[in-house]
């Protein structure tokens, strides 16, 4: 019997009915993996977000309302689970990226006083820039501005600024792969 047949299973669950919640676990946990798998594209993440949420379900039980589907609920809880885990993905990404642009840029240092040649080709590629792209570098690089301080002094929004900063980056990455290869060969 499926739970989502069963509509007295909230109910149960409800009151800690350890059978009941077995069978809401054994009817609808692969489908919450499936559902979690959606959004983190990860089996071994998906299965975690789902036992995640079956054990939230359990412990805060109180906080659940045997009057909504508990499906639905179940459901809410592991969206509410996989938008965790992404945000949480996005901050370890720039994190990542602020330290690999640090060490890159700091590293450049000694390499360009070393190499004259590869610093022009970098002014080159600066120069080539998309102009706005080019003043919001330049302002949270070199005058060390906050995104939101920039966005305030052009008049445009916050997420403007980290788009121009993210498409400047990868562009420059790709041209400091380029220029360094080039360069050794």
């Known amino acids: 019997m499926q739970a ?3 509509p007295d299973i909230g109910h149960r669950i409800k009151i800690h009915d350890r059978k009941a919640f077995h069978s809401l676990y054994v009817t609808t946990f692969d489908k919450m993996r499936k559902y979690a798998f959606r959004y983190v594209y990860d089996w071994e993440e998906a299965a ?6 079956f054990l939230s379900l359990w412990l805060n039980v109180d906080n659940y309302s045997p009057d909504t589907n508990i499906v639905t609920y179940l459901t809410a809880i592991v969206h509410n689970l996989c ?20 060490t890159l840029f700091s590293q450049l240092q000694n390499y360009f006083e070393e190499n004259p040649d590869i610093k022009r080709k970098l002014d080159e590629a600066l120069c080539k820039l998309p102009p706005q792209g080019y003043k919001i570098l330049i302002e949270h690089i070199v005058n ?22 993210k498409r400047v980056m990868r562009i420059l990455r790709k041209q400091m792969l380029l220029i360094i ?3 050794v060969s």
Do not use: C, M, P, W
Not at 84 to 89: D, G, K, P, Q
Not at 153 to 163: A, R
């Open 4 to 6: 989502e047949a069963t």
């Open 48 to 53: 975690d977000i789902a036992q995640q949420a």
């Open 83 to 102: 938008s965790n885990y992404l945000r949480h993905l996005d901050v370890i990404d720039s994190n990542h990226d602020k330290i690999v642009e640090a």
């Open 144 to 165: 060390e501005k906050k995104n939101s301080v920039i966005a305030q002094e052009l008049g445009i929004s916050e997420s403007t600024v980290k788009t121009h900063l």
């Open 181 to 183: 290869f080039t360069s």
